[in-house]
Structure formats: C-alpha cells, structure tokens
C-alpha cells in the first residue's frame, strides 16, 4: 500500500520520526537542485537545509544519486494513473503518457537533467531505485501501447531523456520525438500488411493445389 511505501527507505525500514527527516531532505534536495544544480549539490548541502545532521542524512542516503533517485521514484508514484482513451489514434496516446511522465518531474530542467544523470550511477542503492522506476515507466507505457511495442518506446523514452540532459535536445521536445516514433512504428506496420495483402500473404486463402492466392 501506498502508505506504508511512505515509510520504506532503500537502505532500511522506517519509523515515522525517521520517515518525516527523510521527507525534510528529500524536498530540501529537491530545493537545492533547483539553487546549485547537480553538480552543486552534495548530501551535505541537502542535510544543512533541511535542519538534519550531516551524519543522519548519509544513514539513510549513500550519495547524492540516491537522494536524487530517491527524489524521482517520489514523483513517479504521486502520478495519477493515465486515464488513456484505448480508442484514441495510438500516437495521441503516446504523448498524453509521455507528457504526464514528464510531469512527474515537475517540467523543471535543472531537476530533470539532475535526476537523469543520478540515475546513471552504479551505486546499488540507485539501481534498486532505477529498476522501480523503469518498471512502473514500462507499465505506464503498457498501458497505451500494444505489448510488442513496450520495450522499443521505453528504450527511445530514456534514450531522447538521456539526449536531452546532454543538451542535444529539449526536455520539452521528449513526449512528441517518442510519439514520431510510435508514428513510425505503426506506419510501417500498415505498409507491410498492405503489401502481404497485396502479395496474397496473410490471407490464409489458398488455391485448390494448396497454394497461397
């Protein structure tokens, strides 16, 4: 339940004195990102403005990739479920997903590009964060696509995230490059059935040898 998720810390189990110091530097890291950016933040920054022990704050925090792992997997969960019309075109689909992913963080470039370059860290405790976070990403993506497109759209989802903390695109420009390729995927789709069908594949007729018509 999402209650008791409230109370769970990578590293260990809380009690609620410990869950309300994880919550004050967990916004407090949210906060300084905003003031110094990634490369500016440090736990020990994080735990000075949330009125915490430096010492306490690395208790429940290994790095400030975790902090800001931790920060990501917050807002993924207090995303309301996407309320996606199965009958809408598939790519209107795509980007009502895409863009309420992008809302889980806020629309803020400076958190965006931070929590994107947490995430690529190789301290386990983000990996357990990153491995959450990718699934309830797949699942949303489930959610608007068909199944055997899952995997393509989460890997351009997190490729055009990756491209724009690197600058080489905008944040903003995410949910309409993973919808073109949604576009892409089914536009292509359709002309391979047509020319089946235009080549007597797939129609399971055959002549009265026994032959495809």
């Given at each position: ?13 809380l ?29 020990r ?7 915490v ?5 690395y ?5 400030k990739?975790?902090?800001l ?10 995303v ?34 931070a ?93 009265g ?5």
């Open positions: 339940m999402v209650q008791d998720l409230a109370y769970e810390s990578p590293r260990r189990w009690t609620e004195r410990q869950a309300e110091a994880v919550d004050q530097l967990v916004d407090a890291a949210e906060a300084e990102v905003e003031a110094s950016g990634y490369d500016g933040l440090s736990v920054n994080v735990a000075r403005r949330a009125g022990a430096p010492a306490t704050a208790t429940y925090f290994s790095s990739d975790h902090l792992a931790e920060l990501l997997w917050r807002n993924v969960r207090t309301p479920p996407s309320a996606n019309d199965p009958s809408a075109p598939l790519a209107d689909r795509v980007v009502q997903t895409v863009e309420e992913l992008g809302a889980i963080i806020g629309r803020s470039p400076a958190l965006v590009a929590c994107t370059q947490a995430l690529l860290s190789s301290n386990p405790d983000v990996k357990g964060l990153r491995d959450r976070i990718g699934a309830e990403i797949r699942r949303r993506l489930a959610a608007a696509v068909d199944p055997d497109m899952v995997s393509v759209l989460l890997t351009t989802y997190f490729g055009a995230m990756l491209m724009a903390g690197m600058d080489h695109m905008t944040f903003a420009a995410v949910p309409g490059f993973v919808a073109d390729a949604a576009r892409l995927m089914t536009a292509r789709d359709g002309a391979r059935t047509a020319r089946n069908a235009g080549n007597g594949k797939g129609n399971g007729r055959k002549d040898k026994g032959r495809p018509r």
